[in-house]
């Protein structure tokens, strides 16, 4: 199962997207979730990340204008990115650990990416 994320697009200095990222199909569990961007040239790196309790941590460029969320019904993770910057476009990619139905095998899935960018 491979996790699907959505809400990229093109916005302008000092403004806000909102990115959410569920699984493609159906699961048994899924424990923590988390956002990581990556820019041209550069290594994928920590936004975010929340466990299934709530607890979060964030890099520290991010901190105090985005916020991590999650709806564990739906196993629906949210990054919520507000005061944005040209220096956060890049492509940001979610990941979780998910607990396979059929087999109860635990794995790290990754999604696909969505492309962020903010330009005037």
């Known amino acids: 199962v491979q996790l699907v994320e959505s809400g990229g697009g093109l916005v302008q200095p000092g403004g806000s997207l909102r990115l959410s990222c569920a699984p493609s199909?159906?699961?048994?569990?899924?424990?923590?979730m988390g956002w990581y961007r990556q820019a041209p040239g550069k290594q994928r790196e920590l936004v975010a990340r929340?466990?299934?309790?709530?607890?979060?941590n964030y890099a520290d460029a991010v901190k105090g204008r985005f916020t991590i969320s999650r709806d564990n019904a739906e196993n629906t993770v949210y990054l919520q990115m507000n005061s944005l910057k040209p220096e956060d476009t890049a492509v940001y990619y979610c990941n979780a650990n998910i607990q396979n139905g059929p087999t109860k095998l635990w794995y790290l899935s990754w999604g696909q990416g969505t492309q962020v960018t903010v330009s005037s």
């Open positions: 929340i466990s299934l309790s709530g607890d979060s």
């Open positions: 199909g159906s699961v048994l569990s899924v424990e923590d």
